[in-house]
DNA sequence: TCGCTTAATGTTAGCGCTAACATGTTAGCG
DNA sequence: CGCTAACATGTTAGCGCTAACATTAAGCGA
């Protein structure tokens, strides 16, 4: 059996509620008695039973993390980002996963809820109605992460269309005209069709109506970007660039020109999103639009823990911004 | 307030354990209690307090993942594959992270166990005096992934050892003779310190005494392996083959052979370790050795849940094994 | 030294659930 | 129809901690 606060306090000579204020406010102890108190956890070797403690104060140091998927480096950083602010101030990181179903997303908040979660960090601003119900009903922080707009509660992330746009912008500006959006299952993922909107945007205001799109099944997402140079190639031969729905697939499709024998940027250029380590390291390097994927977290974890502690929380909506870096590839 | 037991019993007309049973034990309860108490749980907006449960049965259904890093996609796989069979039996994912430090491991595994855990996953071997302690006087499951050995219950990985000899092996078999080993802060990265003792033992068997070694620090893996090919190109022009800790180290050097002018393999030849998606993108492909991440997650998972549920589990320690895939890089 | 304020510690009750035991209820049999 | 076994449900107590209030000790100026 586990030693309790009751044995500490035995041993110490004080009583348990003592002990526990020694770890809940240490500042409301005297230092003699802290000293005491010390010893008797050493001795008796004791572990805070964060479950009743829990229980007694309904409210758990857990915050719960609901993200779409683990396959994609996207969420692995934010996650990093949200799991190092966590751990320096004591919480604890639930990981839920809904493999992009809002069911399944319901199903999990209802069940994190049960935790007596302190708050509460969910992928996105589309939600079930179920899953928006409890959560109004719900009194902790939430904060919906990755895009931006009216949300639950806090918000943070950046704006798709903007990047998307941007990026279009960016080729036209180099003079391509006959531009193609390529991504995987842009139906699944909806960040990625807000991108296409701010490509078709950025197509439309230069005057150009006609927004090909290829929306393959994903696959591997590196086999789709290759495949997807391959079809446009072979289908559309004046199309001069692809936008890609992301740098995996954009630098699929620039290790597949080597072996293609497409000449990138001069028969083809190629756009990515995210700004992953491995678009600076293909030749020509990769066009893309730099996420704040880390950062997201960061400043998630930090708007939370904020509202948690009582602290002032600014904007409730906080845009991360994003930054285009132009390689060689466009 | 929250809805409780309570409020479900009364509103069904049931006493509390039966609700309560109802959710543990669903076959020990009647064809019409069910009925009234789903209505009631319905009804009311009932949700499960985990922690108040935890705390009665003196047991949480968590589970520990304590990983040395994030940044690291190894580990994101292994974690998906536990994620994956921990949310289909119920169980909750808590995310622990050491940073290649022990102790702060030793600090981790004690906040958890105060969580009362249903198990534990813990990366490696290799633990403090305190952790070990700890854990041997814990009287829950506990599995230790990645690698193989004399463990402290459950076991689940593979040789690294052995993955580092087939390696050399296979580039001995392949002609090369001057194969150097590089790898990034080998000393915090220790199970690529067991590949290259599997390296010098190959090349040991081949009469070769020399192994050099290229241990760089560590900033982004594909900047260090383009940096190793270009060093020892600079510094050993003899070196036929460099054997690299890891595929991102790896497909840097090939992605960066282009740029420098070298030819691969005739120059010098590429190997990995990880069986990274990138490696078959590259030109030429990459040899590597394809390690069993989300297995290694899966079965570990797998035989905690075993268990746990006092089902049995087969051998302690489990070898999953690897494949060597060979590309055009070798 | 006294009386008062403030700081430090203690007492009591209860968070919502489940283990363990107790009781009631049903089905099956002679 | 009574008896028993097996099943279904209920009663009681308590998991280990903390909130809220109660009490005691310490500090300090006059």
Known sequence: MQPTLNDVAREAGVSSITVSRYFNSPDSVREA???????????????????????????????????????????????????????????QLLLGKTDYDLARETQLIR????????????????????????LENWNQPIVEIMELGEGLDLNVGM?????????????????????????AELDRDYRAAMRYAGHRE??????????????????????????ALERIKATFPDCDAIHFANDDMACGAILAAARLGVRIPDDIAIAGFNGLPIG???????????????????????KLLARINGEPVGELSHDLGFTLRVGGST
Do not use: C
Request: net charge neutral.
């Open 111 to 134: 069940t994190f809820l049960g935790w007596s979660a302190a708050g509460l960090v969910v992928t996105g601003l589309r939600h079930d109605d179920a899953t928006r119900q409890i």
């Open 33 to 91: 008695t802290r000293v005491k108190v010390e010893a008797a956890i050493e001795k008796v070797g004791y572990v805070r039973n964060m479950i009743a403690g829990s229980l007694a104060s309904a409210s758990s140091r857990v915050i719960p993390v609901i993200v779409p998927s683990l396959s994609n480096v996207v969420f692995i950083d934010v996650i990093k980002g949200l799991q190092d602010e966590f751990e320096a101030h004591g919480y």
């Open 280 to 302: 600076e390291h293909v030749t020509p390097r990769l066009t893309t639009i730099v996420s704040p994927r880390e950062q997201i977290g960061r400043m998630a974890a930090r």
């Open 202 to 227: 950025a197509l439309a205001a230069a005057g150009i109506e006609d927004a090909p799109l290829l929306d393959l099944p994903v696959r591997q997402q590196m086999t789709s970007g290759a495949q």
């Open 159 to 183: 704006d798709h269309v903007a990047a998307g746009r941007a990026m279009t912008e960016h080729l036209l500006a180099r003079g391509y005209r006959t531009i193609h959006f390529a991504g």
